[in-house]
C-alpha cells in the first residue's frame, strides 16, 4: 500500500523564522514529489514541486528531497503570518494519481 | 483559462438519497481526478480520467459510487443510497498530462452533508 506520512502538527513558529516541513513515503518507485497549501475550507493550491535529489528553491521556499531515504522536506524563509495553513506533502508514480498525506498544519505568530 | 469548476459548492441531502456533483476541467487537460476529503485529512484518491476513460479506481469506491466522462470532456460523480459517513468534501482536479510530469489543478470542491 502506498502511503504518505507527514507529522500532523500543529508547527508553530514566531514570525520571520524557518519553517521546516517534513514527509516520508514508503514506494521506492515514486517519481515526483510536490507540496501543497491549503487553507481552511479552500482547496489545495501547489506551491512546490521537485523530480531529482537535491534542493529547489522558490522565492521563500526550500523543497528537499533525498530518494534514498524516500524524504522530502519544506522550508519556508521569514515566515509570514499568511503563511499559516495546511501543507499536503504529495507523491506520484507513472501511470498512477498523487497519493498525499494527511497534512502538516502551520501557525505562524506574529 | 477558467480553472476546474465544481457544481454545487454544497449539498445538503437526506440519508439514503443520491446525489450527483459535476467537474468541468480546465478546457485542453484529459486527466481529471476524483478525491474525497474529511476534516484533518488530507484529499484521498478515488478515481481518475484519461479523456473518456476511466483508469484507476480506489478501493474507497465503492458499489454506490460511480464515475463518468463522457467524450472526455466534463465529469459526473454519482453517489447512491448516501450514508452519513459520505459527508466529506469532494475534489475534482485536473492535469495536462500524467501528474508525474504535470501540475494539478484542484476546483473549489463540492461540499457534501449527509443528514
Known amino acids: 500500500q502506498k502511503e504518505v506520512e507527514q507529522n500532523s502538527g500543529p508547527l508553530s513558529v514566531p514570525e520571520g523564522a524557518i519553517a521546516s516541513l517534513n514527509c516520508t513515503y514508503s514506494?521506492?518507485?515514486?517519481?515526483?514529489f510536490f507540496w501543497y497549501r491549503q487553507y481552511s475550507g479552500k482547496s489545495p493550491e501547489l506551491i512546490m514541486f521537485?523530480?531529482?535529489?537535491g534542493d529547489k528553491e522558490d522565492g521563500r521556499f526550500t523543497a528537499q528531497l533525498n530518494k534514498a531515504s524516500q524524504y522530502v522536506s519544506l522550508l519556508i524563509r521569514d515566515s509570514q503570518p499568511s503563511d499559516s495553513a495546511t501543507y499536503l506533502c504529495?507523491?506520484?508514480?507513472?501511470?498512477?494519481?498523487?497519493?498525499f498525506g494527511k497534512g502538516t498544519t502551520l501557525s505562524v505568530s506574529s | 483559462d477558467t480553472g476546474v469548476s465544481q457544481d454545487p459548492r454544497h449539498k445538503i441531502t437526506k440519508r439514503g438519497q443520491n446525489v450527483t456533483f459535476r467537474c468541468d476541467p480546465i478546457?485542453?487537460?484529459?486527466?481529471l481526478y476524483w478525491y474525497r476529503q474529511t476534516l484533518g485529512q488530507g484529499p484521498e484518491f478515488l478515481t481518475y480520467?484519461?479523456?473518456?476513460?476511466?483508469?484507476?479506481k480506489s478501493r474507497l469506491l465503492s458499489d454506490r459510487f460511480s464515475a463518468e466522462r463522457p467524450k472526455g470532456s466534463f465529469s459526473t460523480l454519482e453517489i447512491q443510497r448516501t450514508e452519513q459517513g459520505d459527508s466529506a468534501m469532494y475534489l475534482c482536479?485536473?492535469?495536462?498530462?500524467?501528474?508525474?510530469?504535470?501540475?494539478?489543478?484542484f476546483g473549489s470542491g463540492t461540499q457534501l452533508s449527509v443528514l
Open positions: 482536479a485536473s492535469s495536462l498530462g500524467p501528474v508525474t510530469a504535470e501540475k494539478l489543478f
Open positions: 514506494d521506492r518507485g515514486s517519481q515526483s
Open positions: 521537485i523530480y531529482s535529489n
Open positions: 504529495a507523491v506520484a508514480q507513472a501511470g498512477t494519481a498523487l497519493i
Open positions: 478546457s485542453e487537460h484529459n486527466r
Open positions: 480520467f484519461q479523456n473518456e476513460a476511466q483508469l484507476e
